[in-house]
Structures are given as C-alpha cells and as structure tokens.
C-alpha cells in the first residue's frame, strides 16, 4: 500500500467534491472514508486508476451522506409540522379519485385521458400532445370513457400502473409548464410510495426528483430556455439529487426493472455528470436499449438517436434517426442538432427554423429561432 500516494490524490480528489457541489467539510469527511476504504480493499485489489477510484468512492460516500441528512432533516420537519391539538382537517383524497377514474371498465389509455382531464385539470390539447394523437381524437377518446363510465359504481379502483402513468403524464405537463402541477405529481407519487411497495412507484418518483431538482437551471433570468449542455449546474438542486439515486438505486436493486426505473437511471447520469462533457452517453445508449426493451416507444427511440450522436458521433446519431417518422415531435429539432454537430450548418439553421415553426411551446420556438438565426448569422461573416 503506497500511501505516499493516497496523500499526495488527497487534495485533488478533495477538489473535485467540491466542484461537483459538496461543501468542503462533508468533502473532506467524505474523502476521508474514500482513504480508509482504500486502505482496506487495495492491498488484495489494487486499482488502475488510483484517483478514479478515489474519486468515484468518494463522491458515492458524499451522496450517502447527503441522503441521510436529507432523511433526517425530512423527519424532523414532519415532527415540526404536527398540527396542534384542534379540529381535524378534510383528507387529501387526491390519490383516491385517480385510482377510482382508472376503472376497469375503461381501457388504459381511455383511462389515463379521463383522469388527465377529470381530476388532473389538463385541456384536451394538452393530454392529446403528451399523447401523440390528434386532439379531435383524443376530445372522442374522453367522450367515449365518459359515456362508459356514466352508470358504473365508482367502488372498483383501478391499477397501479395506468396511475402511475396519469402522474407521469401530469409531472411533465407541469415540468414543461405550470411548476405547481409538477410539484403535486411529486407529492401525490410521495403519497403513493408510502401505501404501496412496488419499484416501479419508486422508479417515478426518483425520476421526477431527479428532473425536478434541474428546474432552476432550465431557464435564464430572462425566461429564455437554457439546453442541458449549457444549463448552470450549480443551480441544480443536489439534495433532490442525491435523494432521487438513493430511491432509483433501492428499487434496482429488488431486480424488478421497469420503464419508469430506466428512465430514471439515464436522468441520474446526467445529474450525476459534474460537467456535460463528463456525461457517460455510452452507458445512458445502454439504458435507452434496456427501455426500448420494455417499451417500444418512438419518442424513446428519438431520444436515444440523441444519445448515439452523442456516444458515436453525429453520423450515427442520423443513422439512427433516419429509422424514425419525420413527423414525430421535435423530430426536425434533432435533426437541426445533428447536423450542426456534424459541420453542416446551413441544413441545421433550416431545420432549426422548420422545427421553431413546429414547436409546442413560446419557450421552444424562440431557442430554435435562435439557434437558427446564429447559424444564419455566422454563415454570412
């Protein structure tokens, strides 16, 4: 054992902590229990890469840490929110109407749009673009779970997964948009973890935490949109961070997968990646596999032809996304991407303006606009 050489990794290991967000002293304490677990495993196994080692094992003792805070600091609030002695409030019977509007009278998806629309409070455009189908189909597809449900007992609740699909759908509503509905996804999923044992509940609830915690950093201070690549990481929160692999890494675990848990790890390798560089796109493409796997969805595959230009470089990336229908949403956005990272700016720039004109949102269609007026610009100099 060389511990000449654990001394000497002490302060650049140390440093890199705290460039990732921890305070110095849970770093320091952190770095601490990397040298003594070092000191125990590298006589039998020593590693080829000493600092790595160091600095995985350190920054895995860090989020320990920080997680258990976490659940100390959130069991001491609820001691400090007890209500004094008084009149008993109403029951939040939120979760309740969500299980009884996914009745098994109802198909799953005519299911997820009533609940959606009845007790969500999504419009009918709204749930018809989460949904990739027309909105005239969709208003048909809430009439007909209407009229079917217009003279059955509300008294058999329905399944956790279509509930678990009305509240994915309703935490990216409000991610996109209204903060407040992302948060009472966040706090009906909570509610749900805590009645049921099931890693699928507790894969989209890592999932939105994950999410949640880089909503400070979506948008400048002018509300424009702000790319992952380019978003402030210290704005992140890492508590929500730490508290969402903490939950992810519990319920993979149990060997139970689901969709919701793999989407939750490639949310957690970006969180967890210090710079955008640093992101492991090799292993976030193995993900998208897994989950293609479960779920042979096309916004899936779109969102892994991302992850293969990535990993492989653009020309894979179009590879990849040649495969696809041009006419699923944000299809030409990637597109545009690819193709600059590929060193084609003037089909990027007219594929940025195509894909603003498409756009769901005001905040999409000004960073597309933008993007393609850079490139436009940048071809005229």
């Known amino acids: 054992m060389d511990e000449a050489l654990l001394r000497s990794l002490t302060p650049t290991v140390l440093t890199v902590l705290v460039r990732r967000g921890a305070d110095f002293a849970a770093a320091e304490d952190a770095v601490q ?84 629309r009845a007790v969500g409070g999504l419009t009918t455009r709204q749930i018809a673009e989460a949904s990739l189908v027309p909105e005239a189909t969709m208003a048909q597809r809430i009439s007909r779970a209407k009229r079917t449900v217009s003279g059955v007992r509300f008294d058999q609740p329905g399944d956790v997964a279509t509930v678990l ?62 790319p992952l690549a380019e978003q402030d990481r210290s704005r992140w929160d890492t508590a929500s961070i730490a508290e969402g692999i903490g939950i992810l890494q519990a319920a993979l675990a149990r060997d139970r997968l689901g969709e919701f848990q793999a989407q939750a790890a490639i949310a957690a390798l970006h969180a967890d990646a210090f710079s955008a560089e640093e992101t492991d796109w090799v292993q976030i493409v193995e993900w998208y596999d897994e989950l293609l796997r479960l779920t042979d969805n096309p916004v899936v595959r779109l969102n892994r ?8 470089g653009p020309r894979a990336g179009l590879a990849a996304l040649a495969a696809l229908d041009d006419s699923l949403p944000r299809h030409t956005a990637v597109a545009a991407y690819l193709h600059e990272r590929d060193g084609d700016p003037e089909t990027a720039a007219r ?27 940048g071809r005229r100099r």
């Open 351 to 377: 594929l940025y303006a195509e894909a603003a004109r498409k756009a769901p949102n005001l905040a999409e269609r000004d960073y597309l606009t933008r993007q393609a007026a850079r490139l436009n610009a």
């Open 305 to 312: 032809a991302v992850a293969v230009g990535e990993a492989d």
């Open 165 to 226: 699909r009305v509240l994915y759908l309703v935490f990216n509503e409000g991610y996109s948009g209204d903060v407040d509905l992302a948060a009472e996804a966040i706090r009906l999923t909570w509610q749900l973890a805590g009645t049921i044992d099931h890693p699928e509940v507790a894969g989209l609830l890592a999932l939105m935490l994950l999410h949640h915690a880089r909503r400070a950093g979506r948008t400048a201070p002018d509300g424009s949109l702000v």
């Open 33 to 116: 229990d990397a040298l003594i677990e070092a000191l125990r495993v590298w006589p039998a196994d020593p590693p080829r890469d000493a600092k790595g080692w160091l600095v995985t094992v350190a920054w895995r003792k860090f989020l320990d840490q920080a997680r258990s805070d976490s659940a100390r600091r959130r069991r001491e609030d609820l001691v400090e929110e007890e209500p004094t002695p008084g009149p008993t409030p109403d029951a939040d019977d939120t979760l309740q109407l969500y299980f009884l509007c996914a009745h098994p009278s109802l198909t799953p998806s005519s299911a997820v749009a009533l609940t959606l």
